[in-house]
């Protein structure tokens, strides 16, 4: 059983920033066994991947419309994943998700959600 627990979202101006972060509990398994990523979701609109990192955070993959924008980043002594998003744009607007998988780094195929936090970016 995993549950994750987003935080950080909320309003910001275009060309602003803001750090998401995602809480992990996992029993049976530890957090550093889990690829963690990344999605968003906006008003109807397909949800879409943002990022992902492999357990050991030594991989990252990025989506290609937050490339040199976001990065994600993990800390397995905290059992938690962080979204870093800078230069915001209005188009980023979505609710934003936090995901896990057992196993290998993919950017699909994520069997455990968090709910989401809002981010919302004024033009």
């Known amino acids: 059983q995993v549950q994750l627990v987003e935080s950080g979202g909320g309003l910001v101006q275009a060309g602003g920033s803001l750090r998401l972060s995602c809480s992990c509990a996992?029993?049976?398994?530890?957090?550093?066994?889990?690829?963690m990523a990344w999605f968003r979701q906006a008003p109807g609109k397909e949800r879409e991947f943002v990022a992902a990192i492999s357990g050991s955070g030594g991989v990252t993959y990025d989506g290609d419309s937050v490339k040199g924008r976001f990065t994600i980043s993990r800390d397995n002594a905290k059992n938690t994943v962080y979204l870093q998003m800078n230069s915001l744009k209005p188009e980023d607007t979505a609710l934003y998700y936090c995901a896990a998988r057992a196993g290998l780094i993919k950017t699909t195929d994520y069997p455990y959600w968090g709910q989401g936090t809002q981010v919302t970016v004024s033009s």
């Open positions: 996992a029993s049976g398994r530890t957090f550093n066994s889990y690829a």
